[in-house]
T-cell receptor, first 109, second 113 residues
Framework: KQEVTQIPAALSVPEGENLVLNCSFTDSAIYNLQWFRQDPGKGLTSLLL?????REQTSGRLNASLDKSSGRSTLYIAASQPGDSATYLC????????FGSGTKLNVKP | KAGVTQTPRYLIKTRGQQVTLSCSPISGHRSVSWYQQTPGQGLQFLFE???????NKGNFPGRFSGRQFSNSRSEMNVSTLELGDSALYLC????????????FGNGTRLTVT
C-alpha cells in the first residue's frame, strides 16, 4: 500500500526566504507526482506535475524535483511571499491518487 | 472555461440517511475522481471514473459508491450515514487519465448529526 509522508508538518519563515518542502513515498512504481496548494476552506490548486520519466519541473518561483528510486520529491519555493501562505500537498498516482498530509506554510511579512 | 463545479456546497444529514453529491468536470475532461478530507485522516482517495467506468477504488466501505454519466458528470452516494462520514468531499477532473494535472472543485461540506 502506498504511503506518502510530508515533512515538516508546519513551517514559518520570514518573507523573502527560500525554502524546501519534502515529500516521500514508499512505492516507486508511480505514473507521476503532483504538488498542490490548498487555501482554507477551498479545493486544491495544482502547482506542478512531474511525470515518472522526468526529474524536475519549474513554474515561476517554484521548482519540483523527483527521485523515483529513493521515493522522494522536493518543492523549492524561491523568494517566498505572504501570498504563498497555504497548505502544500504532494500526491502520487498509480492505481489511484495518494496524498501526503501536507505542510502548512506561513510566510511572515 | 468553467472550473470543476460541486453541488451542494454544504449539507447536513442525520445518521442513517443517505446522500448524493454531484460533480461537473471541466468541459472536455473525462476523468473524474473523488476524495474525502478530514482533519484526522487527511485527503483520502475514494474512486476514479473514466468513460463511465470505475477504474480505481480506494479503501472505503461499500456504503460509498459512485457513477459517471455519458457527459462525464459524476455523482457519489453514501448510504447509511455515520457520524464519521462528516468531512469535506472533493471532486477532481483531468484531461488525460494518469498524465494530466488534477483540477479540484471547492468541495461539499457534509455534516452528519
Amino acid at each position: 500500500k502506498q504511503e506518502v509522508t510530508q515533512i515538516p508538518a508546519a513551517l514559518s519563515v520570514p518573507e523573502g526566504e527560500n525554502l524546501v518542502l519534502n515529500c516521500s513515498f514508499t512505492d516507486s512504481a508511480i505514473y507521476n507526482l503532483q504538488w498542490f496548494r490548498q487555501d482554507p476552506g477551498k479545493g486544491l490548486t495544482s502547482l506542478l506535475l512531474i511525470q515518472s520519466s522526468q526529474r524536475e519541473q519549474t513554474s515561476g518561483r517554484l521548482n519540483a524535483s523527483l527521485d523515483k528510486s529513493s521515493g522522494r520529491s522536493t518543492l523549492y519555493i524561491a523568494a517566498s511571499q505572504p501570498g504563498d501562505s497555504a497548505t502544500y500537498l504532494c500526491a502520487v498516482t498509480r492505481n489511484g491518487f495518494y496524498f501526503g498530509s501536507g505542510t502548512k506554510l506561513n510566510v511572515k511579512p | 472555461k468553467a472550473g470543476v463545479t460541486q453541488t451542494p456546497r454544504y449539507l447536513i444529514k442525520t445518521r442513517g440517511q443517505q446522500v448524493t453529491l454531484s460533480c461537473s468536470p471541466i468541459s472536455g475532461h473525462r476523468s473524474v475522481s473523488w476524495y474525502q478530507q478530514t482533519p484526522g485522516q487527511g485527503l483520502q482517495f475514494l474512486f476514479e471514473y473514466f468513460s463511465e467506468t470505475q477504474r480505481n477504488k480506494g479503501n472505503f466501505p461499500g456504503r460509498f459508491s459512485g457513477r459517471q454519466f455519458s457527459n462525464s458528470r459524476s455523482e457519489m452516494n453514501v448510504s447509511t450515514l455515520e457520524l464519521g462520514d462528516s468531512a469535506l468531499y472533493l471532486c477532481a477532473s483531468s484531461l488525460h487519465r494518469g498524465e494530466s494535472p488534477l483540477h479540484f472543485g471547492n468541495g461539499t461540506r457534509l455534516t452528519v448529526t
